[in-house]
């Protein structure tokens, strides 16, 4: 489904807005609308039906106060210290949720990797890189859209980093 039942767009207005100032009106039509919540990443694997790699997280942490954006698949934790090392700063922690709305402009589970309210650094995880296409949330815990990976990076401003846990070995 990409339209809601009244015919606009499944995604946020100001995520289909966004897409609209980047040139990427054509992605509104892909945004996927389901009844039920993809709010986690498992949620939303199991309503694209696909890997849970393939989703993207878009996470925002608090890096000596300050907000970032971290993107990183949906099979990954993300490790804060590698975070913190990446961006030289002395403390980095989850950021509450009313720092995320603040941030963001969206509720935690509908943050996409761009269109936010406020412009953040953003960092990742070259983990994205594996797919040729990743689903990512639309601004609502019920949307969603497909991008390629280096596309969604470029649009998001982010540098390439490796900040996922890593794998035991």
């Known amino acids: 489904m990409t339209t809601t039942p009244d015919g606009s767009s499944a995604a946020h207005p100001r995520f289909a807005e966004a897409l609209g100032a980047l040139g990427l009106d054509g992605l509104t039509s892909r945004v996927r609308r389901f009844p039920e919540a993809t709010r986690t990443a498992a949620e939303a694997a199991a309503a ?10 878009s996470l925002i942490f608090a890096a000596d106060g300050v907000p970032v954006l ?20 002395e ?7 009313d720092v995320v709305r603040e941030t963001t402009g969206y509720a935690i589970g509908g943050v996409p990797p761009f269109g936010h309210r406020t ?9 994205l890189l594996a797919h040729d296409l990743v689903w990512a949330a639309a601004g609502t815990p ?3 859209f497909p991008m390629a990976p280096r596309e969604l ?12 846990e890593r794998q035991p070995s």
Do not use: P
Request: charged share 30%; glycine share 6%; aromatic share 2%.
């Open 70 to 89: 971290v993107l990183v698949d949906g099979a990954s934790r993300v490790d804060v210290e590698r975070v913190r090392e990446e961006l030289g700063a």
């Open 48 to 57: 694209v039906g696909c890997e849970l790699s393939q989703i993207c997280k």
């Open 142 to 144: 019920y949307a969603v």
């Open 91 to 97: 403390k980095v922690t989850r950021a509450k949720a």
């Open 119 to 127: 412009r953040t650094r953003v960092l990742a995880d070259r983990s």
């Open 153 to 164: 990076v470029v649009h998001a401003g982010a540098t390439l980093v490796d900040v996922r």
